[in-house]
């Protein structure tokens, strides 16, 4: 962990045959890849670093390679190491679809960025998959029967399990079965994204680019698709969901000489919708449940609500009794309950203060209504304040950032600290408590305490919407005198 960044900033180097102007770490989503930003000679460079997973890069790499030949939209390789665990590629920059639904809400800008995303995603999957050596594909290379099964295999043993609901082993077994049978009727013979959502599709002066296909493999069209209307925290009006999903129709139609049957078509994309779904929820059930990771908990409920309206007003044309005995009960509402985080409104008269601050001067008292709290002791991290380059910086300057990211246990310390202070946010928000206090204190609240604060800061707001009030007592201190 140590050299990491050491490690990045000489790969480019070796590429550019010069220093990084800038360099620096990009937050990680679900994966084990880490990201950095490298700004050099007026450019700007994607890294990504991935030692353990070869398999994964050498698809993402060879994906890429051939569907930016072929003038897609996806990055450009520019530069790969040897061994392949280190890779350059073009940069798209922050703003992913995703970002702009969240901020703009379902406004007509909106709307016309998914219809970019489906032409591009039709090319995609229709030109991108001829000639694509699938042999690159990370486990398998098709999406057939036995995937299929893979994925509801998945859905049972990492979400429907967890929950401890009575079932047939026998019959669920049977219906998935049938399930993939019936799904194996579609023509599966185009290039499916496999992670089509809109986080994946970023955005930049209007035009829109595919990211993270490097799950891709040869499937049917409707997936993709399915993937992107039923994304359950973009949470799309259903009446969009129908505009689009024949919108997309439409596009892939005129590159296949019009040689699709639309109901035909839509028939088939509902049970593609309810796999998607499923599968979906295996991931919540793995990352969350199982590896605790709370993003992908706090997903849960959304996409139960998703599959509670599909099945009240979708149809899928093939009995499956035993499934829909299983997802009728997992959709009920005391189970989207247990999952759901309360959410800070603005009558929420919750504040949870936050500060950084120096054990030499001692712990900050609380002057909340509740008393109490939490301190939490940053002294056992790695100190870059022992470091001469680091000693007149703070935990907002990116260096040290880099340095508490890559050379400390602070990434760790950090989740466990979420998880604590969670429990509290949330019950605090239930019962209408008014403060909350939390403190991060290191020997000269400067680096250590200050970084801690900072993210937990961005965390909680994320999280729950709370207000919160952040403090850094030191640098205000010294600020004070200063001034």
């Known amino acids: 962990m140590a050299d990491v960044l050491e490690k990045v900033t000489h790969f480019f180097e070796s590429w550019k045959n010069e220093k990084p102007d800038e360099i620096y770490t990009l937050r990680q989503a679900g994966s084990n890849r880490q990201y950095f930003r490298a700004k050099a000679e007026g450019g700007s460079y994607i890294i990504t670093y991935n030692p353990n997973n070869i398999v ?30 280190q890779y350059v590629q073009t940069d798209f920059g922050d703003i992913s679809l995703y970002d702009i639904l969240r901020k703009e809400g379902y406004s007509e800008h909106v709307k016309s960025l998914y219809k970019k995303s489906f032409i591009a995603l039709a090319k995609l999957q229709i030109q991108g998959g001829k000639g694509l050596d699938y042999s690159n594909c990370i486990a398998t290379r098709s999406f057939d029967k036995q995937a299929i099964y893979s994925d509801l295999l998945y ?43 809109s986080r994946n599709v970023m955005v930049k002066d209007e035009e829109v680019y595919f990211i993270d ?39 892939v139609n005129k590159l296949l000489d019009s040689n699709l049957n639309r109901q035909d078509f839509l028939d088939s994309y509902d049970g593609f919708v309810l796999i998607r779904m499923l599968q979906t929820l295996g991931a919540y059930g793995f990352r969350g449940l199982f590896e605790r990771k709370q993003t992908f908990i706090t997903s849960i409920p959304s996409g139960l609500k ?30 989207i309950k247990r999952y759901e985080t309360p959410m800070a409104g603005a009558a929420c008269p919750l504040t949870v203060n936050i500060n950084s601050f120096s054990y030499r001067k001692g712990i900050p008292e609380d002057t909340g209504d509740n008393g109490g709290g939490f301190v939490f002791d940053c002294r056992g991290i790695f100190n870059p304040g022992r470091f001469e380059a680091y000693k007149k910086l703070t935990g907002r300057d990116k260096e040290v950032q880099e340095f508490l990211l890559h050379k400390s246990e602070m990434p760790s310390f950090l989740q466990y600290v979420f998880g604590i202070v969670d429990i509290s946010v949330a019950d605090y928000i239930k019962r209408d408590f ?47 005198v200063n001034g």
């Not at 994906?63 to 790969?80: D, G, R, T």
């Not at 859905?155 to 019959?171: I, M």
């Not at 309206?309 to 005391?334: G, S, T």
């Not at 204190?441 to 965390?459: E, K």
């Open 213 to 251: 296909y490097q799950g891709g493999m040869q499937g049917a069209l409707q997936y993709d698709v399915a993937s992107m209307l039923w994304q359950s925290r973009a949470a799309l009006p259903h009446e969009w969901k129908d505009e689009l999903v024949n919108f997309y129709f439409d596009e």
């Open 155 to 197: 859905f049972l043993y990492y979400f429907v399990r967890a929950l401890d609901l009575p079932y047939d082993k026998n019959l669920l077994l049977n219906d998935f079965e049938i399930l993939s049978s019936y799904l194996m009727q579609e023509d599966a013979k185009y290039f499916m994204h496999r992670d089509c959502q």
């Open 56 to 85: 994964e890069n050498n698809a993402f790499i060879e994906f890429s390679k051939h569907f930016f030949k072929n003038n897609l939209a996806v990055p450009q390789i520019l530069f790969e190491d040897t061994d392949k665990t």
């Open 434 to 480: 008014k403060s909350l206090s939390v403190n991060f204190g290191c020997t000269g609240g400067q680096h250590r305490s200050v970084f801690a604060a900072d993210n937990l800061a961005r965390h909680l707001k994320e999280k729950f919407g709370v207000k919160v009030e952040l403090h850094h007592l030191e640098q205000e201190a010294k600020n004070w």
């Open 306 to 335: 998703q599959l509670k309206w599909f099945l009240q007003n979708k149809k899928i044309p093939i009995r499956l009794p035993e499934l829909q005995k299983v997802l009728w009960a997992i959709v009920d509402d005391d189970i």
